[in-house]
């Protein structure tokens, strides 16, 4: 091992962060599971309030664990190495990030490429279509269920053409940006961190304008059959991801505002800029994946 | 490999200074960031969790009794059945090895702390919260899941009580817990090693959960994927697992159980190195075979990604899938059967004494081994159209799950004790536990072996006239061993309140960082890393 000066490592003495944090969650998972059944079952309950409330301690905490650590890092209490632990978990965080998406990815494979196939008749399922779905064609989009439920594909060109065109061009923008930042260009940073953050916003409201095309003139729905299913739970995690990045750049915005970040140090700079990349890559993969193919 | 702890210098004096004495009161554990009172804490919680979960193994056991229906009615035997394994699995066995890389990891590699301290507690908070929530829908109109743990679909979608939501996101917390909990360790591990501790130098407790770890990262979210999928289909009207909408409920066991094969590595690949540190201890020897103990596990781990569907032979997938299956099943008995050979040649002209962690970890060995065969036989397709579903898998995976990383943990717990009580355990006591534990664990689980070979299906709460005699038996073997486990509880409190001091090296043969510092570890360990050469 080269030899590196050991900075002592800061521990943070005591938090309340975490604690206010799993109350949080303890209150969106309890809500919203109660949310969830009374919607189902067309009642009223408490659900819904419970989960506003944990989101509103969750902000809560958000905001108060960030000033402090926001805090600790410009009185330079942080390392070298303390910035390398925040990277790699960064990093960490993404490979799972990119997990999760693979589960859908993965449900999209296996619901187009092998379920459908069978559903079909072929392998060793020829018995099942016979008997219970004789009229099933399995074409993708799967614009008609073997139950029977019809909609329409949504199609490439259009609007996701020019979504796919605007989230690249922001990852662009964004890199510049962080080029701005290394070499001290500050207006160059802000103006295309501004650029970044404008052209997020517009990609989110297209993709609602596209999710409103979809319910109202495709008859395009969450519950069309699988085509649906992963249409709209893929796309929309994805939009939650874009939200959320764009919220995390939205801070390093008013941050780089206030003057935060240098050339050598700027953390949480660099980690909402791998986030937004990764919800970039992620989107390129849908829609090839998703819309084209 | 030499040690030089250099003496603490002051010279710098942090606005935030560290505390050296310990916060009192409740305020110490809310807002705790040190990495041994959030370990203390998940041993604690993992211990609560073994109880409440044992409590309801014992319901099913009572009602397995004798043959008919005696106490329960199915509703409710099947939520215990669900609710037993899910706690044990989330809430004792991952939660205790959490607690166990939280207490030595950065002792072991000469760190401070965690790489990420506050994180490291909210990952354990979480956890009392997600399963208030998973307990609290037991008592829900309806009742709570009582679909298995493994909740196929359509039992949890089509089939599921109303509370199948709250199941799912206390699944999603969890989740998020394990997940943070592992990005602690690996970033620990990678980023927080002292000087002179590379790679092949990390103990091998430290190397099996840097594995553990990945494999947590890679499949935790695919977990959250499988729930979120459960929870539109029941309540959204998607139709993943549903063949009407073009879905499939196969599909709900190809993801499930691609996060279901890893997990059980995450629960056996840390009992892996808890072994390999309690062997040489007690043998007075090196481990035998290091680099190839790292390379096995790592082995393991990479394989562990491409045998999921050995839990589904029977769902009618393509032959060439089900060889592909089987084969690369069994492949992982290659390695496996390194670490074993290994284990047994690091004890071969040992020194060996026998005290407690001694005693658990050669049961480990012998009795995982008998898991691992079983396990063997399983992967076998023809073979396993026999056993699927029945007491032989139940058995199978409770000889590596119980006897292997209960035991595991029971063993690191005698092991590692003195060095966080500064008191030696009571070694009458501990030797006690272990036989009873022993003799009544096999009285429970082996003849679950025959009866799942004669026939008898798992998950149902009665059972042919035949095999009246055997449950019985298996019942009894159950009670006692649910009772030995109360003589564990009395000797961790008899240590935390007192006994024979422990030295710093605790074992006669003990090496490793950890035994470097004194007995109790003090709150804060390696605040200047150590050299090691």
């Known amino acids: ?293 | 490999m030499t040690v030089v702890i250099t003496e603490p210098n002051d010279h710098e004096h942090h606005e935030h200074e560290h505390h050296d004495h310990k916060p009192g009161g409740i305020k110490r554990w809310l807002y705790t960031t040190n990495h041994k009172d959030i370990g203390t804490m998940y041993l604690v919680f993992a211990l609560i969790m073994f109880f409440i979960g044992g409590a309801m193994a014992m319901v099913i056991r009572l009602e397995l009794f004798q043959p008919g229906m005696q106490f329960v009615d199915p509703h409710f035997f099947n939520q215990m059945t669900t609710v037993h394994g899910l706690i044990m699995v989330f809430g004792a066995v991952m939660p205790a090895f959490t607690g166990l890389a939280n207490w030595m990891i950065p002792m072991m590699i000469g760190a401070p702390d965690m790489a990420l301290p506050r994180m490291n507690n909210w990952s354990f908070w979480i956890l009392p919260f997600a399963f208030l929530i998973l307990l609290l829908s037991l008592f829900m109109p309806g009742g709570g899941p009582s679909f298995g743990w493994t909740f196929y679909a359509p039992l949890s979608t089509t089939y599921s009580g109303d509370s199948t939501a709250l199941f799912v996101f206390s699944v999603h917390i969890m989740g998020i817990s394990s997940i943070m909990g592992a990005i602690n360790v690996i970033v620990t591990i990678w980023n927080m090693r002292a000087p002179g501790m590379t790679w092949m130098k990390m103990p091998l407790f430290v190397w099996t959960w840097f594995i553990t770890a990945f494999l947590l990262i890679m499949v935790m979210p695919v977990l959250a994927g499988v729930v979120t999928m459960v929870l539109t289909d029941k309540y959204f009207g998607t139709s993943f697992f549903d063949a009407a909408g073009g879905g499939d409920p196969v599909l709900f066991q190809h993801i499930f159980w691609f996060f279901g094969h890893p997990e059980v590595y995450i629960m056996i690949l840390p009992a892996f190195g808890i072994v390999s540190a309690i062997i040489p201890t007690f043998a007075r020897k090196r481990l035998f075979g290091y680099a190839s103990m790292v390379y096995a596990t790592a082995s393991i781990a990479i394989l562990s990604f491409l045998v999921w569907a050995h839990h589904m032979f029977t769902t009618g997938m393509p032959v060439f899938a089900t060889l592909f299956f089987m084969y690369a099943t069994m492949l992982i008995a290659v390695p496996t059967g390194v670490k074993v050979f290994n284990w047994v040649a690091t004890m071969w002209r040992g020194a060996m004494t026998f005290e407690v962690p001694m005693m658990f970890a050669l049961a480990f060995i012998v009795l995982f081994t008998i898991g691992g065969f079983s396990g063997l036989m399983l992967a076998i397709t023809p073979a396993d159209f026999q056993y699927h579903d029945t007491y032989f898998v139940v058995a199978h995976f409770h000889y590596v799950l119980v006897t292997g990383a209960v035991f595991s943990i029971v063993a690191a717990v005698y092991y590692w004790l003195p060095k966080w009580t500064g008191n030696m355990y009571d070694e009458t006591l501990g030797q006690w536990h272990f036989w009873c534990s022993l003799i009544s664990v096999n009285l429970l689980f082996f003849p679950m072996h025959f009866v799942g070979l004669a026939g008898m299906p798992r998950r149902i709460p009665d059972y042919a006239l035949q095999f009246a005699d055997f449950n019985a038996f298996i019942s009894i073997g159950g009670f006692l061993f649910g009772l030995s486990q109360l003589i564990f509880v009395w000797v961790l409190i008899k240590c935390a309140r007192g006994g024979v001091k422990a030295t710093d090296q605790v074992w006669e043969g003990a090496e490793g960082l950890e035994w470097e510092v004194p007995s109790p570890a003090p709150y804060h360990t390696f605040e200047t890393p150590p050299v090691i050469k």
Not at chain 1, 115 to 131: P, R
Not at chain 1, 249 to 264: A, D, M, W
């Open chain 1, 1 to 293: 091992m080269t030899t590196k000066t050991y900075e002592k490592y800061y521990v943070p003495a005591q938090s309340p962060w975490p604690i206010v944090g799993a109350i949080a969650l303890f209150f969106i998972a309890f809500g919203a599971g109660h949310y969830v059944i009374d919607i189902s079952n067309q009642q009223s309950g408490f659900g819904g309030y419970l989960l506003l409330l944990g989101f509103a301690v969750l902000v809560f905490m958000l905001v108060g664990w960030f000033r402090n650590v926001i805090d600790e890092s410009m009185s330079g209490l942080y390392s070298a190495q303390m910035d390398r632990s925040f990277r790699q978990g960064m990093s960490w965080f993404i490979v799972s990030e990119v997990m999760f998406f693979m589960a859908f990815f993965g449900a999209l494979f296996y619901g187009r490429v092998i379920a459908m196939q069978w559903l079909g008749g072929s392998s060793n399922n020829a018995m099942t279509f016979e008997l219970l779905w004789p009229n099933f064609e399995p074409v993708w989009p799967l614009v008609k269920t073997p139950g029977g439920i019809e909609t329409q594909a949504m199609p490439w060109t259009g609007l996701p053409l020019i979504n796919t065109a605007i989230l690249i061009v922001s990852s662009v923008t964004l890199h510049f940006a962080h080029t701005g930042l290394e070499q001290q260009k500050r207006g160059q940073l802000k103006l295309m961190l501004l650029l970044t953050l404008l052209l997020g916003a517009t990609f989110l409201s297209l993709q609602v304008y596209e999710y409103i095309h979809a319910y109202r003139d495709l008859g395009l729905r969450l519950d069309s059959g699988f085509y649906g299913n992963t249409f709209f739970l893929l796309t929309g995690f994805h939009g939650l991801h874009v939200t959320l990045g764009a919220i995390i750049l939205l801070f390093v915005f008013f941050r780089v505002l206030k003057g935060h970040f240098t050339p050598e140090k700027h953390f949480a700079f660099q980690a909402a800029a791998w986030y937004w990349h990764f919800v970039d890559v992620v989107w390129i993969c849908l829609f090839v994946i998703v819309y084209m193919l």
